[in-house]
């Protein structure tokens, strides 16, 4: 019997399943898929992303093969420089392919220990009082304590539950892929840059070894399971570019849409979902994989704190509590996103009027915070503003702060010297003296780097110490 069983060896499933192995979970994760994919799709892990990276030990292993951006442009694409002095050590995009995200992210877990099984889809699942029956295609039935959906927008795991995904279906379509361009370099550049001032879903980006990444909208949306041909991307470059700039010998070609749905719940019973089996969106902004790797960084020591007999009753609840609302907020961005992409005349005087706005540092440092998720604050409740957002990067006396949290357990910063993390040290790590960077007393940490507590009282901070990491051992 498993503790956890996780359906989807993605980007979400991964980090899932390293967060769990970093307690000593047992986790095995169920992909469908017999093989990685083998297209090269380039994302972009943002800020946030970047510092979980780094909490876990993994960014130097990640920005080997990534490419370094600056952190701006990303709402609507419009092209605004990057507002000084954002409150990161690691302020700045990383495009990486995806199979490569993936795969580290995959192989991370599997050298804390996690098993991965390839070519098993979950064809059904019961729960009770005690764990939940995993049934899979071929009949298998396996066994765990919990399960996670991390299988996608089209999640088996979540039609199973019969959790409702309300929502808006797709109303636009777009082509994406990669192939050979026959048409001169400069030809291409200069079509690429007029067809883009009216047409921002349009690009011809040089990709190297003579292909190009190709963007274009869709004649309209249909059946996504069906991948669009070549002759799609013909028709559509030659409607709105007046040519097809001699495009051939595709590597990959894909579709997306721009449907928007939420999961009504996260969790039912012994059952969770995370990653895209919880919330769908257009990629505008380039928000998917980072919302869910965030979600499994949110939920992965709740979980193994249900498992290991030590989380408060209503930790595992304030998964839902908190991300939910996370991604309702980058549901309703990338809807406003969608619309300052449209061509009609309305949206684009309001795409005129936001430009105009977010020569703004305010507004620009608004955006820009809300798209790379460092803006984000959990209402824990009254407090200072730091409380419920996560703390950056910050020196230590032992070098960086997040060099600290590889572990995966809490931290107690403590200036005053005099406190003392008791009877949770199996839980919470306490570091005294820590930085006269810290503008505050006494600072406790969750394994995901959000302020829980700021003051200098051991009995406040015993009472904090209850909230997040229950019972102590004595």
């Known amino acids: 019997m498993f503790d956890v069983i996780i359906a989807g060896c993605g980007p979400t499933g991964a980090m899932l399943a390293a967060e769990l192995r970093l307690h000593d979970v047992r986790v095995l994760v169920l992909e469908k898929e017999t093989e990685p994919v083998s297209f090269v799709r380039i994302v972009g892990l943002h800020i946030r992303s970047l510092e979980l990276m780094a909490m876990r030990g993994l960014l130097d292993r990640v920005l080997e093969h990534g490419r370094r951006r600056p952190a701006g442009g990303f709402f609507a694409a419009i092209d605004k420089p990057v507002p000084r002095g954002l409150d990161s050590a690691h302020a700045y995009l990383l495009g990486i392919p995806q199979p490569v995200i993936v795969h580290l992210l995959e192989e991370h877990a599997i050298e804390l220990g996690a098993q991965v099984r390839r070519g098993c889809a979950v064809a059904g699942l019961e729960q009770d009082g005690e764990g939940v029956t995993v049934e899979l295609a071929g009949g298998q039935r396996l066994r765990s304590r919990y399960l996670v959906g991390c ?41 690429a840059a007029e067809v883009h001032e009216t047409h921002k879903r349009f690009w011809l980006r040089p990709f190297g070894e003579g292909v190009h990444s190709v963007l274009v909208p869709a004649a309209g949306v249909s059946d996504r399971a069906e991948p669009p041909t070549l002759e ?12 097809d700039f001699g495009v051939h010998s595709p590597r990959w070609l894909s579709r997306f849409g721009d449907a928007t749905r939420l999961a009504e719940r996260y969790r039912v019973g012994r059952v969770l979902l995370a990653g895209d089996a919880a919330h769908i969106h257009p990629p505008t902004g380039g928000q998917g994989l980072n919302l869910g790797v965030q979600d499994a960084f949110n939920l992965g020591w709740k979980l193994a704190a249900q498992i290991r007999g030590w989380a408060p009753e209503p930790l595992l609840d304030t998964y839902q509590a908190e991300r939910r609302p996370v991604a309702e907020d980058v549901l309703d961005n990338t809807r406003a996103q969608t619309e300052l992409l ?5 949206p684009q005087a309001v ?13 620009n440092r608004h955006l820009i915070e809300k798209i790379t998720a460092i803006g984000i604050r959990y209402d824990f409740g009254e407090g200072p503003d730091l409380v419920g957002r ?5 020196d230590v006396k032992q070098g960086r702060l997040y060099d600290l949290l590889h572990r995966g357990r809490g931290l107690l910063l403590d200036r005053t010297e005099r406190l003392t993390v008791g009877g949770w040290a199996d839980r919470v790590d306490h570091l005294a003296d820590p930085t006269a960077e810290l503008d505050a007393p006494c600072v406790l940490l969750r394994p995901d780097g959000h302020v829980a507590w700021i003051g200098d009282d051991q009995q406040h901070l015993d009472d904090h110490l209850s909230r997040w990491f229950g019972k102590p051992a004595n």
Request: proline share 5%; aromatic share 4%.
């Open 351 to 363: 795409r005129r009027l936001l430009t105009e706005l977010m020569d703004f540092d305010e507004v």
């Open 151 to 191: 299988d996608g927008g089209r999640s088996t795991v979540r039609k199973l539950l019969g959790v409702g995904f309300p929502g808006e279906p797709s109303r636009t379509e777009t082509l994406m892929g990669e192939m050979q361009v026959g048409a001169p370099q400069e030809e291409i550049a200069a079509k």
């Open 390 to 394: 996560r703390l950056r990067d910050i």
């Open 232 to 243: 799609d991307f013909k028709q559509q470059l030659r409607a709105i570019a007046g040519t």
């Open 342 to 346: 449209s061509t009609g005349p309305g």
